[in-house]
C-alpha cells in the first residue's frame, strides 16, 4: 500500500473504524477483543460513556487558549493527582516523552537553585524506556534508538536492571537523580521488588538525589495501585504520567513535591499545548472513574483471575510460554517463540497484545474487563498456542 505516513512503524495491515469497551471493530466488519489498550492508554476501554460526555461537552465550551490564563480544568486535574499522590504540583505536557523531559529538568533544576548547578548526572536502568526525544532516549540507552542521530545526550549513566552495588558505585558528586519504572514495560514487563525501591530511597536520602519515577506506562491502576510506587511503601520525589491518564486523548503530566520543583521557577519551562482544556477536562473524567470506589478493587479482582488462567495456560503450553509475570494488569508472556509469532497467532485469532523487550508478549487490557472478557481472551490465547505448537518442529512439542 502506498503511504505518506513517515515508515518509522511496523504496522499490522489492519485498521479499526469503532471501539466499544473492550472490543475493536476493523474497516473489515471484524471484532477485535483488544488486550492492547493502544499500548496501556484507553485504561477505560473504547468509547466510555463518562470520557465521550465530558470530551463533547467540553468541546462546546472551549478547546484552547494558553498558558497566558489561568487554567481551570487543569488546576482541578493537578489538585485531584496531588491529593491522591505524594506530589504538591503538576506540570502539564502532552506525551509520556514530554513528561519525562519535565522530570529530568525539574530534577537538574532542583540542584541549581541549591547552588550545585554540577549535579547534572542521572542514573538509569537496562531494559528502560524512556521515550523518543533526544533526552529521553539518552535517559534509555538503547544503541538502537540512539544511532544516526548526532551527539548523546550528556550525563546518563545506565548500571544493570536491579544491581544495587552497580547503582551505588555510579554515584558521584556530580549525580543528580536517579530514574527508574517500577515495572519495565517495553523492557518485558520486568518487575522492580518493593525492597529494591526501598533501597533506591535510601540512597537518594544519603546523597541527597532526587528520585524520579516513569509511571507513564504503570500510572492510574494499571498495576492495580493508582500508582506503581505505591506497592513499596516510599514515594518519589518526581514522576511522569501520561499513557492512561487522557484514556486516549494526549496527556503527560509531571508530578513534584514542593521541594523537587523548587527550581522550577517562572519561564524555566513550558509548553503551548499543556494542560489544555479538552486534555485536561478528559484527564478529570477519567479520574472520575477510576478514582470511583470499589474501581481499582475490580481491576485487581480480574488481574488475579487473569494471572492464574493464564498460569494454566503456560502449563499446557511450556513449548511456546514460559513464563507469566507483572503487577496487576500489566502481565508479561514470556514467549518461547519469537515474540512476534505469538503476537500475529493472538491477532489471528482476534485478539489484540503487545511486544515488548526480553521476548515478551504483553497483556494490557482496559481496567474495565469482566470475567467473560478474560474467559474469550484464555480461549483465544489457548487456541494460538495450538496453531503455534502445529508449526513448531516434533522435539519441541510437549503432551498437553
Ligand atoms: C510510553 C512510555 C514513554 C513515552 O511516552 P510517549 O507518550 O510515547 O512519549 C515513556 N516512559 C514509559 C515508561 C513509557 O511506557
Known amino acids: 500500500m502506498l503511504s505518506h505516513l513517515l515508515p518509522t512503524y511496523a504496522r499490522a495491515e489492519l485498521a479499526f473504524e469503532r471501539g466499544e469497551g473492550v472490543w475493536l ?6 471484532r477485535y477483543l483488544d ?19 465530558a470530551l463533547t461537552d467540553q468541546a462546546h465550551k472551549l478547546w484552547h487558549v494558553s498558558n497566558l490564563f489561568q487554567m481551570p480544568e ?74 544516526g542521530f548526532g551527539p548523546v545526550a550528556g550525563g546518563f549513566t545506565q548500571v544493570a536492571f536491579g ?15 536517579i530514574i527508574m519504572e517500577p515495572v519495565q514495560g517495553e523492557g518485558g514487563v520486568r518487575v522492580v521488588p518493593g525492597e529494591f525501591m526501598r533501597a533506591m530511597r535510601e540512597l537518594c536520602d544519603e546523597h541527597g538525589l532526587m528520585l524520579v519515577f516513569d509511571e507513564v506506562q504503570t500510572g492510574l491502576g494499571r498495576t492495580g495501585e493508582l500508582f506503581g510506587y505505591q506497592r513499596s511503601g516510599i514515594s518519589p520525589d518526581i514522576m511522569a504520567l501520561a499513557k492512561a491518564l487522557g484514556g486516549g486523548f494526549p496527556i503527560g503530566a509531571c508530578l513534584a513535591t514542593s521541594e523537587a520543583a523548587k527550581g522550577m521557577t517562572v519561564g524555566t519551562h513550558g ?24 474501581f481499582l ?54 485478539l489484540l497484545t503487545v511486544a515488548a523487550g526480553d521476548n515478551v508478549v504483553r497483556l494490557l487490557p482496559p481496567l474495565i474487563i469482566s ?11 489457548d487456541r494460538a498456542c495450538t496453531r503455534l505448537t502445529a508449526h513448531q518442529p516434533s522435539a519441541n512439542k510437549v503432551a498437553s
Open 25 to 30: 471493530t476493523a474497516t473489515t466488519g471484524e
Open 35 to 53: 488486550f492492547s489498550s493502544g499500548v496501556a492508554v484507553n485504561v477505560l476501554g473504547h468509547a466510555h460513556p463518562v470520557l465521550v460526555e
Open 74 to 147: 487543569a488546576e482541578k486535574l493537578a489538585k485531584r493527582l496531588c491529593s491522591a499522590s505524594f506530589a504538591d504540583v503538576v506540570f502539564f505536557a502532552n506525551s509520556g516523552a514530554e513528561a519525562m523531559e519535565a522530570a529530568i529538568k525539574t530534577a537538574r533544576k532542583f540542584h541549581a537553585a541549591n547552588g550545585q548547578p554540577e549535579r547534572v548526572g542521572i542514573i538509569t536502568f537496562e531494559g528502560a524506556f524512556h521515550g523518543r526525544t533526544l533526552a529521553t532516549l539518552a535517559a534509555g540507552g538503547q544503541q538502537k534508538y540512539l544511532e
Open 163 to 177: 544491581d544495587l552495588d552497580a547503582v551505588k558505585k555510579a554515584i558521584t558528586p556530580e549525580t543528580a537523580a
Open 271 to 294: 509548553s503551548t499545548f499543556g494542560g489544555n482544556p479538552l486534555a485536561t477536562r478528559v484527564g478529570n473524567a477519567v479520574l472520575d472513574v477510576v478514582l470511583a470506589p470499589g
Open 297 to 350: 478493587d475490580h481491576s485487581r479482582k480480574m488481574a488475579l483471575l487473569l494471572k492464574q488462567r493464564l498460569a494454566e495456560l503456560k502449563d499446557r503450553h511450556a513449548s511456546i510460554i514460559s513464563e507469566v509475570r507483572g503487577e496487576g494488569l500489566l502481565i508479561g508472556l514470556r514467549s518461547v517463540v519469537p515474540n512476534g509469532d505469538l503476537v500475529a497467532a493472538c491477532r489471528a485469532e482476534k
Open 371 to 381: 470475567e467473560d472478557d478474560i474467559a474469550e481472551a484464555i480461549g483465544m490465547i
